[in-house]
């Protein structure tokens, strides 16, 4: 595969100083780097947290986009809202969100933080239910939808079933060699 004119690749071999040492999944070296173009920042490694909240946002807004199309997601409510109001409570309902993190309980169940622009809420998923293996397989940073009860103080979301959205395939143009 050719790279347009316009565009330079740099390896590991480029770097002076880099030494192939893994620690499990990235790569550690001292090597000097020097920014030639780009936004760079000496404060926090060069990154702010804000730099990734359009990037969320956006990713939340058009997976949640896709998981509404089904008639069942279709009516789901923000997570702020259910958790404020009472006649919520008990009740049958649907939330579409972001995970933010996810861990066993010690009675074996799956608890999940899900978080949409409104609010957070853990949201336990039981072991004893059918959707329990697509529960262990939740990581952080995925949208998903849960259908459910509130617990009756409202801090906790007992999940029924869990769905991910149906992304479809991005057929890319190949580059012109």
Same mark, same amino acid.
């Given at each position: 595969?050719?790279?347009?004119?316009?565009?330079?690749?740099?390896?590991?071999?480029?770097?002076?100083?880099?030494?192939?040492?893994?620690?499990?999944?990235?790569?550690?070296?001292?090597?000097?780097?020097? @920014?030639? !173009?780009?936004?760079?920042?000496?404060?926090?490694?060069?990154?702010?947290?804000?730099?990734?909240?359009?990037?969320? !946002?956006?990713?939340?807004? =058009?997976?949640?986009?896709?998981? !509404?199309?089904?008639?069942?997601?279709?009516?789901?409510?923000?997570?702020?809202?259910?958790?404020?109001?009472?006649?919520?409570?008990?009740?049958?309902?649907?939330?579409?969100?972001?995970?933010?993190?996810?861990?066993?309980?010690?009675?074996?169940?799956?608890?999940?933080?899900?978080?949409?622009?409104?609010?957070?809420?853990? @949201?336990?998923?039981?072991?004893?239910?059918?959707?329990?293996?697509?529960?262990?397989?939740?990581?952080?940073?995925?949208?998903?939808?849960?259908?459910? =009860?509130?617990?009756?103080?409202?801090?906790?979301?007992?999940?029924?079933?869990?769905?991910?959205?149906?992304?479809?395939?991005?057929?890319?143009?190949?580059?012109?060699?």
């Amino acid at each position: 595969m050719r790279c347009p004119p316009h565009v330079s690749v740099v390896t590991t071999e480029h770097i002076p100083g880099f030494t192939r040492v893994r620690d499990g999944t990235r790569f550690l070296t001292e090597a000097p780097v020097d @920014v030639i !173009r780009g936004a760079g920042s000496y404060e926090n490694n060069g990154v702010d947290f804000t730099d990734f909240i359009h990037y969320f !946002r956006d990713r939340y807004n =058009q997976l949640s986009t896709i998981l !509404r199309t089904h008639k069942i997601y279709a009516g789901a409510m923000p997570i702020g809202g259910i958790a404020r109001n009472s006649r919520y409570y008990n009740m049958d309902i649907v939330l579409i969100g972001m995970v933010m993190d996810v861990r066993n309980t010690k009675n074996g169940h799956r608890m999940a933080m899900l978080e949409d622009p409104t609010g957070m809420i853990n @949201v336990l998923f039981n072991k004893s239910h059918e959707h329990f293996a697509e529960a262990e397989r939740l990581i952080p940073d995925e949208v998903i939808a849960v259908t459910g =009860q509130l617990s009756s103080d409202g801090s906790l979301f007992f999940a029924n079933s869990l769905a991910r959205p149906d992304i479809p395939p991005v057929n890319h143009a190949p580059l012109p060699e």
